[in-house]
């Protein structure tokens, strides 16, 4: 194939952290609270705002509480389970890699004994039809890794005995969720909108601030997870204090992409941008001969984390080795020509390609790719000199 010409004007495809908005710059940044205590009023109307803003985009319901929290998503997961799991038992589903982290989690680390782990290979959903939730249940909304997410929250049976806890941190501002079928949801700011590393966002229903209220965990909590002050939920944590010290930088950098959200349209429009980056991909896969969606089920198709898997043919005997070797060489390449950066595969995953394909991702920038994909798949394949 021809070199094409044209490049993405941003190349930044990582799926985490992934790409700032469009118009993104550092003069975002001038107004940051630098120097200042995050206890000061002025700071705290800051992190408040963030709240707010995340409450309105996402149609969060009034009577949930939101908090900043540190450790990003991952913080914001484990502070959930460590202060709610344990009183019932817990149902961990997984199809990729950090759904595998969190059953890891609960069982050997919470130690928690009636713990029901359902996993599907990667590609895959669990059967979610007469799901039982009698007890805890524990998902990922989208599996980032696997680039399979679960179409909606029909499954979920309202009311419940259970909490259900999610993981929403590739889904949040890209993707349509129900939050009244979530009792706990987390989510990281680095992923669908953009912003800095190291902060999360954790969502509590009523049910669940009231299991925080009245259980009390067999483990001791570390300080970075706790939640409670005089043995009573820490309202401060849900109306601008943090559990320790947030980076104002970072925090005016969520602002700022969460005005930009406001500003363009707001969810409606985050979604839309998304579900076009897809759509791109979708007309792409459907005309190409070497390049598939690891997922199997289009219904379950994630438009943020696009995982991709190599079925050209000319593979079918060839090894393990030699498709990473491809992988590889067509992210050499795309790096090299600035074209395209992050876009390998998760490591435990399938070879192939994991492209983002989130809101602060322009559709042009996807269209401009693709003609760089199949030229770096042909390069590849002549390079390595692989044949029928």
């Known amino acids: 194939m021809t070199r094409p010409l044209v490049k993405p004007i941003r190349p930044e495809f990582s799926s985490g952290p992934c790409a700032k908005r469009p118009g993104w710059s550092l003069n975002v940044l001038k107004q940051s609270l630098l120097g200042r205590s995050h206890r000061h009023k002025d700071c705290k109307n ?7 803003l995340c409450k309105s985009i996402l149609n969060i319901p009034d009577d949930y509480l939101i908090g900043i929290v540190p450790g990003s998503d991952t913080g ?10 344990g009183s019932k038992p817990v149902t961990m589903l997984v199809w990729d890699s950090f759904g595998e982290d969190w059953a890891k989690d609960i069982q050997l680390q919470l130690k928690l004994k009636n ?19 009698s007890g805890d249940v524990v998902f990922n909304w989208n ?5 399979v997410c679960v179409p909606n929250g029909d499954w979920i049976k ?13 889904a949040a501002f890209a993707m349509d969720i129900d939050w009244s079928k979530l009792d706990v949801g987390t989510f990281s700011w680095q992923k669908s909108l953009g912003g800095e590393a190291g902060l999360g966002i954790l969502i509590l229903s009523p049910k669940a601030v009231n299991r925080i209220n009245t259980y009390d965990p067999d483990w001791p909590i570390p300080k970075l997870f706790q939640l409670k002050k005089n043995n009573e939920i820490n309202l401060d944590i849900f109306s601008g204090s943090t559990i320790n010290t947030p980076s104002m930088i970072c925090v005016e950098d969520f602002l700022d992409v969460l005005n930009w959200s406001e500003k363009i349209g707001g969810l409606e429009e985050l979604i839309f941008r998304s579900q076009n980056n897809l759509n791109i ?3 792409w896969v459907s005309s190409s001969s070497w390049i598939d969606f690891l997922c199997e089920d289009l219904n379950n198709l994630s438009n943020t984390s696009i995982c991709f898997k190599l079925v050209d043919p000319i593979l ?21 020509n600035n074209v395209a950066f992050d876009i390998g595969s998760y490591r435990s995953a399938p070879p192939g390609l994991r492209i983002w394909g989130g809101p602060t991702v322009d559709n042009d920038d996807i269209k ?8 770096a798949y042909d390069k590849s394949i002549s390079d390595l000199s692989i044949k029928i």
């Open 158 to 170: 309202s009311p419940r005995d259970g909490l259900t806890i999610c993981d929403a941190t590739s």
């Open 316 to 336: 079918n005997n060839k090894s393990l080795e030699t498709k990473n070797s491809i992988e590889k060489n067509i992210i050499k390449l795309l790096e090299e």
């Open 368 to 375: 401009k790719l693709i003609p760089w994909l199949d030229w």
């Open 76 to 85: 914001a997961i484990e502070i959930a389970m460590w202060n709610v799991l």
């Open 115 to 133: 713990v029901n782990i359902i996993k599907s290979d990667y590609g895959k959903l669990p059967n979610l039809s007469n799901f039982d939730f």
């Open 143 to 147: 599996g980032t890794t696997a680039g």
């Open 46 to 52: 800051k992190l408040k705002k963030v709240i707010e």
């Open 281 to 283: 991909f979708k007309d």
